[in-house]
């Protein structure tokens, strides 16, 4: 009995360690596309070096790639805020958002 009680407390604060993840990326969605999109240039840069093809090729490659990782972090923020509206229905208008 006591692991069950200890366990569903566990689930709890994973709960709401994810719900305030959401919230911080529901608040800041430039900052997270932004970042989201420095590390995808950052790793594709870092993969691309280690292949033998010219540098200009290594860029547009990054590029390119770091631009699709940026789409599937739009996509997945409007699921985040489709997510959070579900969570929050009356919390959260379009009058309130900043952008």
Do not use: C, F
């Not at 566990?10 to 590390?39: C, F, H, P, R």
């Not at 805020?81 to 229905?89: D, G, Q, S, V």
Request: proline residues 3%; glycine residues 10%; aromatic residues 8%.
């Amino acid at each position: 009995m006591a692991q069950e009680s200890s366990s569903s407390s566990g689930g709890v604060a994973a709960m709401s360690q994810t719900e305030s993840l959401v919230d911080w990326i529901v608040e800041n969605k430039l900052k997270a596309i932004g970042y989201t999109w420095l590390t995808g240039i950052g790793g594709s840069l870092a993969y691309q070096w280690s292949r033998p093809i010219p540098a200009s090729l290594k860029v547009i490659h990054s590029r390119v790639y770091a631009q699709a990782i940026t789409l599937g972090a739009l996509g997945a923020m409007a699921g985040l805020e489709a997510y959070h509206r579900t969570l929050h229905p009356s919390g959260s208008s379009r009058e309130e958002d900043a952008y």
